[in-house]
């Protein structure tokens, strides 16, 4: 059984909302346990695809409904929600849409089905936003044509395919589309040419948009809270729990917490792949989430602060050297996880208190187990150039 509990250095992160300004909105997620077609390796027709997409596009009705009734102001769906993975790059193809640039056109594909073909997907989404009154998030594929003649990154089969996030306002308008940078062994995808961070307001806040594995680089993370100053995240998601320190509703609420940010994550559910986890936090603690291994689908909602713009400044850290109180917990190591070098220290006594440095960066634990037969890793890394820099640390345990 496992045990995780993640410590920021230096800030103190508590599930009380009582200095928080009254003034709210509500948002909502939802976990979908998605309906995969047969075949995802070799192309198909397009009304084949439609056919297995609107299966899912039926349960996001059903969902979008819900909240409607409920007056939810935004909805998050997952990643992959609507076609579902395991897709090569033609078995995908006839799945995706023609997506236009909301930045340099207006449209509304509930008013305007036809302005551009085969965008059945975009007009479901556009009317579930505009008949629910509600922002809709969802992630679907674009298909944008190029020309190698004009563009020498244009892929041999002259279109690009990305993996990206939509936007719907209340009345149905594309608001923002944002091309997913950070790709994790999908290969049916491209890498944008154009790595560009997307951030979108409302009236109740300015929205940061992720997908899945783009929370661990700079690009787009830091730079929609440096460049963006946004003060909610928008995380479609199909995450795979890992541990010891990438469990989803642990690193996703902390990086609410650290980051100063409300955090809408929605999650696939496929809990066999260790595919689960969706959550509303604040940055001072969860709002709501669902994690468990019933593969069903589940709405969260929850009534979610409307952040201040500037974001909080916390203390200089204090000077901190490595600190040991323990006679029989030095036996510190290193190993990888997931291709990135950790600090591992065991805690073998019953009780004691560790600070451990990289750098110029400590932080410290006291801790005290409940019997003296557990047995306690520290972890501690500092993510560098590759991801972001921040420093995250996580108290694994097994036992």
């Not at 200095?19 to 198909?44: C, Q, R």
């Not at 830091?222 to 460049?227: K, R």
């Not at 689908?297 to 909080?312: F, S, T, V």
Request: glycine share 4%.
């Amino acid at each position: 059984m496992f045990f995780e509990i993640i410590l920021f250095c230096f800030y103190s992160c508590t599930n009380s909302l009582d200095m928080l300004d009254v003034h709210t909105y509500k948002g909502a997620v939802f976990e979908h346990s998605v309906i995969m077609p047969e075949n995802t390796k070799e192309w198909v027709n397009r009304s084949y695809a439609l056919g297995n997409m609107m299966k899912n596009i039926d349960v996001y009705q059903k969902q979008a409904m819900k909240a409607g009734k409920e007056k939810v102001d935004i909805l998050v769906f997952p990643e992959d929600g609507i076609y579902g993975y395991r897709f090569n790059r033609k078995g995908v193809e006839s799945y995706l849409e023609y997506i236009p640039d909301p930045d340099l056109e207006d449209w509304n594909a509930c008013d305007e089905p036809d302005r551009y073909n085969n965008t059945e997907i975009q007009r479901s989404l556009s009317c579930m936003a505009k008949d629910n009154e509600l922002y809709i998030v969802a992630n679907i594929g674009d298909n944008q044509p190029c020309s190698r003649q004009n563009d020498p990154n244009c892929p041999s089969d002259d279109h690009y395919q990305f993996n990206t996030a939509v936007v719907y306002n209340k009345t149905g308008y594309l608001i923002t589309k944002y091309h997913k940078i950070n790709l994790f062994y999908e290969y049916q995808f491209d890498v944008p040419p154009e790595r560009k961070s997307v951030s979108f307001e409302t009236p109740f806040g300015k929205f940061g948009v992720m997908i899945c594995f783009d929370i661990i680089f700079r690009n787009p993370a830091i730079e929609l809270l440096e460049n963006h100053n946004v003060d909610n995240i928008v995380f479609p998601t199909a995450w795979m729990d890992a541990l010891p320190i990438l469990a989803a509703i642990q690193f996703h609420s902390a990086f609410a917490a650290g980051a100063n940010v409300n955090f809408l994550a929605a999650n696939l559910k496929n809990s066999s792949f260790k595919v689960h986890g969706s959550g509303i936090y604040s940055a001072e603690g969860y709002l709501d989430f669902h994690y468990d291994n019933e593969d069903v689908g589940k709405l969260l909602i929850a009534e979610i602060p409307i952040r201040n713009r500037k974001r909080n400044s916390y203390p200089e850290p204090k000077n901190m050297t490595e600190e040991n109180n323990s006679m029989t917990s030095n036996n510190r190591f290193q190993s990888l996880v997931f291709r990135d070098l950790y600090n591992f220290v065991p805690l073998v006594d019953i009780q004691g208190k560790r600070t451990i440095c990289h750098n110029k960066l400590c932080c410290s634990l006291t801790y005290e187990k409940k019997t003296d037969t557990d047995d306690f890793l520290l972890l501690v890394r500092l993510m560098d150039s590759i991801h972001m820099k921040v420093l995250i640390t996580s108290k694994f345990a097994y036992y």
